[in-house]
């Protein structure tokens, strides 16, 4: 079982580090070896493990007592006992193992004997920093002067603090907090004032790194902050040897527990001086000083560390599941990125919070650590500490603050046990509201049966990307400066000891919460990161860390409006919306008679009203906070480049594809209404990706220019002229008409395919009779140009598929065997149309869905692997998306839904797990488990990518034809790999901004490219990287009623393709980009170049070869590919074998 899941955890993209069964045995070597049972045969050879022999009595042994308990609650708490077997798994990968906690006790104790002999130097002034030679303070000291004396002496004691004495310390990052207390005569009463205490604190810190610097027993040695707060420098230390980076030793310099008294540090009080921090007389700045609760909260925060210790160490006695609760929420909190950087909701905070729940009876101390951990989960969903915080202090002394006074200096409110320090202090609200919704949609989805709770939320990564619907990062953070004196945010600038970042933070967040309104359901910040740097180096200046990135969750429901409508012109709150709104703000009349104030953007598609968010952005930023657009880097629309239709209207295909289905909705109502016909219509269905919006380039109406085309002598048809480009691609799109049934319907499946033909010519004369449209049948389908667009309809007989089937044995019986025919019939006229009308009602529900179909579809396409995985197929991939979002919400822009079906196609077990795509959600909880059950009973016959929908539960129709396994692997390696670079180039703003680099495929995998002249491929114009100029195709966007039936469905390079596939399948796979590429690679199959007996019938394509009297034959490369040229005369420019890669 421990393989297994290590094997899971490696699989599913986790940060969690996993040790295999085998290595953690090796490790321990103190452990013991299990005694075998009795009758238990010894280990074979080569390690094959053997059953055991276990006599009767014990097999059907009782359970005991607390068997039964296991079994109870694994009932009553689990939706399966796997799931309880993969989170006491977990806990056993992530605990410290034994050999790791020697080492680290081992380091502990040398590095505690040798801070015990730092050496005393003398006294000098607190702002001489002469006496240090080797190393830096790690503190910015500004303002530079500042009264007090320092002098080094040895710590008073060198204690262990955190979660390593608590036994909550986990994998993979097993980082051991140390606490040198600064002797009490380094100290002064007075300390606390104008920033003394942080800055001997900081020396202190710099002489312990000065006298471990020349210790052989330290491996690297690096200065950090404590969860990025400025004031708590930290030293990192890590043991040497290969085996030191896995282990970091945080070494804390604080005070003696009783050195200041706390009611001396209350948020109402101000512990730096005006006069002092800027130079100027405190009178001449208008008042008293400001209270300074985050200073306070800082210098308090280090006389706590071991009371806080004691405290959780006597809860986790009184709780014998604690520490794997915390060990749980841990890892939860790792995924989602909430435990690290400045403001963080760390592993600290996780374990005061079970402290709080168990303290106050809320859980019990018999519960297991998996209640436990849902409670906490719950509690966080529930409980809103920005309006109602909480206090682990059950008898506060009188000069304790009131959670009234913690509410009014800090946004969250987490009180410790001494009634004296907000745990919180440092956490905006937007974070702790981010904790919530993380919460509350971890409770919703683990309650969900059909959902596999364990790997959505512990074992899969959240990054900011990937979570949120459009990301933006703030560079340039000097621009903050500017901010904190436009906003008038001198004092808290001064209680942040001169962080502009921190001070500026949440005012900015504020601001764009009440811009950005309800176009948002959720606006969240990424943790600045606590910054790390030599010993040597001068600390890193605010402005240097990296920019600022924000995440917004999107509401759908109002992302589509360009108007923000406020007060009436006489309401008083009138001039606070134009104070928010600034110029942008003006009077309008609306059609009810209303005069209000308003705001109006411009965003004419769809495409640019989804980024509206963006000039909310950067008009408040400017307006409020001197924060230009350029400093402004928004990443929210990046990707949709990919997939624009019209470069001057910026769309990205949502006007075009509603305006095809209106066209589509127009021809339906008129065929319905048609008489004169032999039988009536019984429905129309549309059985095409455009008339779901997922058409990779939605067909767009055209006027033909008819100078560039010849006339077909019969029909009249436009023809394209010799010699000239190759017309513009016009699209069928297909639609399914069924007749109604009728004892006149013949048995016979030619007698069909003609009863079929005659409709398509009736239909012809009565459309072209009663509207005029331009018709052209043929026996198997009638195409109609309407709009400037190409229908093609097609007749269809619902009891066809099954006369397909029908066939009689040699003794007159009737049979009925399922055949390719029958399948592909029944998949053109009845499965296709039903997914595109569930799929067009998701579309309604969701209104990116097309879009992100879109542009997965252009990835697989441009990858060369739309032959692959076929449309429909990728359509449903990216509708789980969708239906089955965990641990996500449903994505709300193109660019988050395409990464995450990018993870999606990487990450997914699509050996040993169904896809299942709940569409209208149909399918129950037992329907999942019969799923599951089916597919796991029948997987070897079953196509290795398997998705299952509520019509489609066992067979998985749409990848029946394909992928292969080897095609599979092809495209989870390029998944995985585009994902990175894509996440890479959207995070990081050092990274030149080229999105298409994941859409440009990697051509030296293949044996032969074929290159095709770009005048003769009709969609060039939509390649990935397009020509600058394209040849006129005798085509021009726009509609005319009439006119004479264009060349349809006519693509030469798809034909050509056709023709190579047949002719040299079975040697070699041919990849092509269908959406515009100019290049057909060339994949030889191995099987093919292995020599054949000769055989004068089998010669195509071959040549003889004679070895050793042996006459056999071979493949004939060079008459290959002359083959290819030949077929492709006029469209093919040039041949490039790439002879080095041929297994001959």
């Known amino acids: 079982?421990?393989?297994?899941?290590?094997?899971?955890?490696?699989?599913?993209?986790?940060?969690?580090?996993?040790?295999?069964?085998?290595?953690?045995?090796?490790?321990?070597?103190?452990?013991?070896?299990?005694?075998?049972?009795?009758?238990?045969?010894?280990?074979?050879?080569?390690?094959?493990?053997?059953?055991?022999?276990?006599?009767?009595?014990?097999?059907?042994?009782?359970?005991?007592?607390?068997?039964?308990?296991?079994?109870?609650?694994?009932?009553?708490?689990?939706?399966?006992?796997?799931?309880?077997?993969?989170?006491?798994?977990?806990?056993?990968?992530?605990?410290?193992?034994?050999?790791?906690?020697?080492?680290?006790?081992?380091?502990?104790?040398?590095?505690?004997?040798?801070?015990?002999?730092?050496?005393?130097?003398?006294?000098?002034?607190?702002?001489?920093?002469?006496?240090?030679?080797?190393?830096?303070?790690?503190?910015?000291?500004?303002?530079?002067?500042?009264?007090?004396?320092?002098?080094?002496?040895?710590?008073?004691?060198?204690?262990?603090?955190?979660?390593y004495p608590l036994g909550t310390c986990t994998k993979p990052r097993v980082s051991v907090d140390l606490m040198a207390t600064i002797p009490a005569n380094v100290l002064h009463p007075m300390d606390a004032i104008n920033q003394r205490y942080s800055r001997k604190r900081a020396l202190y810190l710099a002489g312990l790194?000065?006298?471990?610097?020349?210790?052989?027993?330290?491996?690297?040695?690096?200065?950090?902050?404590?969860?990025?707060?400025?004031?708590?420098?930290?030293?990192?230390?890590?043991?040497?040897?290969?085996?030191?980076?896995?282990?970091?030793?945080r070494i804390h310099a604080c005070p003696p527990p009783d050195f200041l008294k706390p009611g001396l540090l209350h948020p109402q009080k101000n512990k730096i001086r005006t006069e002092w921090y800027t130079g100027i007389d405190a009178p001449q700045l208008g008042g008293p000083d400001a209270p300074t609760p985050h200073y306070n909260s800082t210098v308090l925060g280090d006389h706590l560390p071991a009371a806080h210790l004691q405290f959780l160490s006597a809860v986790r006695e009184q709780c014998g599941a604690f520490k794997d609760a915390v060990a749980l929420l841990k890892v939860w909190l790792r995924q989602r990125e909430l435990d690290q950087g400045s403001g963080c909701f760390g592993g600290f905070l996780a374990s005061m919070l079970l402290a709080y729940l168990l303290t106050s009876r809320k859980v019990s101390n018999h519960m297991s650590a998996y209640q436990l951990f849902r409670n906490a989960l719950h509690f966080l969903a529930s409980t809103d500490l920005t309006e109602n915080g909480i206090s682990l202090a059950r008898n506060p002394d009188s000069s304790a603050p009131s959670l009234a006074d913690f509410h009014s200096a800090f946004q969250v409110v987490l009180v410790d046990p001494s009634g004296h320090l907000n745990l919180c202090a440092d956490m905006t609200a937007h974070t702790y509201k981010r904790i919530q919704h993380e919460a509350s949609l971890s409770v919703r989805f683990w309650d969900d049966p059909t959902l596999d709770g364990f790997q959505a939320l512990l074992m899969t990564p959240k990054p900011l990307i990937r979570t949120y619907d459009h990301v933006f990062q703030l560079r340039g953070l000097t621009k903050l400066q500017s901010a904190c004196k436009k906003l008038n945010l001198f004092s808290e600038l001064m209680d942040h000891s001169g962080n502009y970042i921190s001070t500026a933070l949440p005012l900015i967040l504020?601001?764009?919460?009440?811009?950005?309104?309800?176009?948002?359901?959720?606006?969240?910040?990424?943790?600045?990161?606590?910054?790390?740097?030599?010993?040597?180096?001068?600390?890193?200046?605010?402005?240097?860390?990296?920019?600022?990135?924000?995440?917004?969750?999107?509401?759908?429901?109002?992302?589509?409006?360009?108007?923000?409508?406020?007060?009436?012109?006489?309401?008083?709150?009138?001039?606070?919306?134009?104070?928010?709104?600034?110029?942008?703000?003006?009077?309008?009349?609306?059609?009810?008679?209303?005069?209000?104030?308003?705001?109006?953007?411009?965003?004419?598609?769809?495409?640019?009203?989804?980024?509206?968010?963006?000039?909310?952005?950067?008009?408040?930023?400017?307006?409020?906070?001197?924060?230009?657009?350029?400093?402004?880097?928004?990443?929210?629309?990046?990707?949709?480049?990919?997939?624009?239709?019209?470069?001057?209207?910026?769309?990205?295909?949502?006007?075009?594809?509603?305006?095809?289905?209106?066209?589509?909705?127009?021809?339906?109502?008129?065929?319905?209404?048609?008489?004169?016909?032999?039988?009536?219509?019984?429905?129309?269905?549309?059985?095409?990706?455009?008339?779901?919006?997922?058409?990779?380039?939605?067909?767009?109406?055209?006027?033909?220019?008819?100078?560039?085309?010849?006339?077909?002598?019969?029909?009249?048809?436009?023809?394209?002229?010799?010699?000239?480009?190759?017309?513009?691609?016009?699209?069928?799109?297909?639609?399914?008409?069924?007749?109604?049934?009728?004892?006149?319907?013949?048995?016979?499946?030619?007698?069909?395919?003609?009863?079929?033909?005659?409709?398509?010519?009736?239909?012809?004369?009565?459309?072209?009779?009663?509207?005029?449209?331009?018709?052209?049948?043929?026996?198997?389908?009638?195409?109609?140009?309407?709009?400037?667009?190409?229908?093609?309809?097609?007749?269809?007989?619902?009891?066809?598929?099954?006369?397909?089937?029908?066939?009689?044995?040699p003794d007159g019986?009737?049979?009925?065997?399922?055949?390719?025919?029958?399948?592909?019939?029944?998949?053109?006229?009845?499965?296709?149309?039903?997914?595109?009308?569930t799929l067009h009602g998701l579309q309604q529900q969701h209104p990116c869905f097309g879009a992100v179909c879109r542009l997965a579809k252009r990835w697989l396409a441009a990858q060369l692997l739309s032959s692959e995985l076929g449309e429909d197929a990728?359509?449903?991939?990216?509708?789980?998306?969708?239906?089955?979002?965990?641990?996500?919400?449903?994505?709300?822009?193109?660019?988050?839904?395409?990464?995450?079906?990018?993870?999606?196609?990487?990450?997914?077990?699509?050996?040993?797990?169904?896809?299942?795509?709940?569409?209208?959600?149909?399918?129950?909880?037992?329907?999942?488990?019969?799923?599951?059950?089916?597919?796991?009973?029948?997987?070897?016959?079953?196509?290795?990518?398997?998705?299952?929908?509520?019509?489609?539960?066992?067979?998985?129709?749409?990848?029946?034809?394909?992928?292969?396994?080897?095609?599979?692997?092809r495209i989870i390696a390029l998944a995985a790999g585009s994902l990175q670079v894509l996440e890479d180039q959207l995070t990081d703003p050092t990274h030149t901004q080229d999105v298409r680099v994941a859409f440009r495929p990697p051509l030296d995998v293949y044996d032969v490219l074929i290159h095709l002249h770009p005048e003769q491929v009709p969609l060039v114009g939509q390649a990935v990287d397009p020509p600058e100029q394209e040849p006129s195709r005798g085509a021009q966007q726009g509609s005319i009623a009439g006119g004479a039936l264009p060349v349809i469905d006519y693509n030469p390079v798809s034909f050509y393709l056709a023709e190579l596939r047949e002719s040299f399948g079975d040697m070699a796979l041919f990849f092509y980009d269908s959406y515009g590429g100019t290049v057909i690679a060339v994949l030889w199959k191995p099987k093919a170049f292995a020599p054949l007996p000769f055989k004068t019938g089998a010669m195509g394509a071959r040549r003889v070869e004679v070895c050793d009297d042996k006459v056999s034959s071979v493949p004939n490369v060079e008459a290959i590919l002359h083959d290819f040229s030949v077929l492709g005369e006029g469209l093919v420019d040039k041949i490039v074998p790439r002879t080095e890669q041929w297994v001959v």
Not at 749 to 754: K, N, P, T, Y
Not at 789 to 796: E, K, L, W
Not at 938 to 960: K, V, Y
Request: glycine share 4%.
């Open 1 to 163: 079982m421990k393989r297994k899941v290590a094997e899971t955890l490696t699989e599913g993209d986790t940060e969690v580090e996993v040790e295999s069964a085998e290595s953690q045995h090796s490790q321990d070597e103190d452990e013991k070896p299990a005694k075998q049972l009795k009758g238990d045969s010894k280990p074979s050879k080569a390690g094959i493990v053997k059953p055991l022999k276990v006599s009767n009595k014990e097999l059907y042994k009782a359970p005991t007592p607390e068997e039964l308990s296991q079994l109870k609650e694994t009932e009553s708490l689990f939706h399966c006992s796997l799931l309880k077997m993969q989170m006491e798994e977990l806990l056993k990968e992530v605990v410290v193992s034994e050999k790791k906690k020697r080492m680290v006790d081992t380091f502990v104790l040398k590095i505690t004997e040798l801070l015990q002999s730092v050496p005393e130097t003398p006294v000098v002034e607190l702002s001489d920093t002469t006496w240090l030679s080797k190393v830096e303070v790690p503190f910015i000291l500004v303002p530079k002067s500042v009264k007090g004396k320092f002098h080094m002496e040895p710590p008073a004691s060198v204690t262990l603090i955190g979660s």
């Open 813 to 837: 019986m009737l049979l009925s065997r399922d055949n390719p025919q029958a399948q592909a019939l029944e998949m053109e006229t009845q499965h296709r149309t039903l997914l595109t009308s």
């Open 209 to 249: 790194a000065e006298h471990l610097l020349s210790s052989k027993e330290v491996g690297t040695m690096q200065y950090s902050c404590l969860h990025g707060n400025r004031l708590r420098p930290v030293l990192l230390l890590t043991p040497p040897g290969k085996d030191g980076g896995s282990v970091t030793l």
């Open 510 to 809: 504020s601001l764009l919460q009440r811009g950005l309104g309800e176009r948002i359901h959720l606006l969240v910040h990424a943790l600045p990161s606590s910054p790390e740097w030599p010993v040597s180096v001068e600390p890193p200046k605010h402005k240097d860390q990296p920019p600022l990135s924000f995440g917004l969750l999107l509401n759908p429901e109002h992302l589509a409006s360009v108007l923000e409508k406020g007060p009436p012109a006489d309401n008083p709150k009138a001039a606070e919306f134009r104070q928010l709104w600034g110029d942008r703000s003006e009077l309008r009349r609306f059609q009810d008679g209303a005069i209000t104030e308003a705001v109006l953007w411009d965003a004419p598609t769809f495409c640019l009203k989804r980024l509206v968010p963006q000039q909310i952005i950067s008009h408040l930023l400017q307006l409020h906070a001197d924060i230009p657009s350029s400093c402004i880097r928004y990443v929210g629309g990046l990707l949709e480049n990919v997939i624009i239709v019209q470069e001057e209207s910026c769309g990205t295909g949502e006007e075009e594809s509603l305006k095809v289905v209106q066209s589509y909705d127009d021809l339906s109502r008129k065929l319905w209404q048609l008489e004169d016909l032999p039988l009536s219509i019984t429905s129309v269905q549309g059985a095409h990706p455009a008339l779901r919006y997922t058409q990779v380039l939605p067909p767009v109406p055209y006027k033909l220019n008819y100078k560039q085309f010849d006339r077909e002598k019969r029909t009249r048809a436009l023809l394209p002229q010799m010699g000239s480009p190759c017309p513009a691609y016009i699209t069928p799109i297909k639609v399914i008409c069924h007749m109604e049934g009728s004892g006149k319907w013949p048995h016979d499946a030619l007698a069909i395919r003609h009863i079929k033909a005659a409709f398509h010519i009736r239909l012809a004369e009565v459309l072209k009779k009663t509207h005029d449209y331009p018709c052209h049948p043929t026996p198997t389908h009638l195409d109609v140009w309407k709009d400037g667009y190409a229908f093609r309809i097609q007749v269809a007989y619902h009891r066809e598929p099954q006369v397909l089937r029908e066939l009689l044995s």
């Open 874 to 969: 990728a359509d449903l991939l990216v509708a789980h998306l969708f239906t089955h979002p965990a641990p996500h919400t449903p994505p709300s822009s193109p660019q988050v839904g395409f990464l995450r079906f990018l993870h999606l196609l990487s990450s997914f077990d699509w050996k040993n797990s169904p896809l299942v795509v709940n569409l209208n959600s149909k399918l129950t909880a037992a329907d999942y488990t019969d799923i599951k059950n089916s597919f796991t009973a029948a997987r070897e016959s079953l196509p290795i990518m398997f998705i299952a929908t509520p019509t489609d539960r066992n067979q998985s129709i749409w990848t029946r034809d394909g992928p292969s396994v080897q095609m599979l692997q």
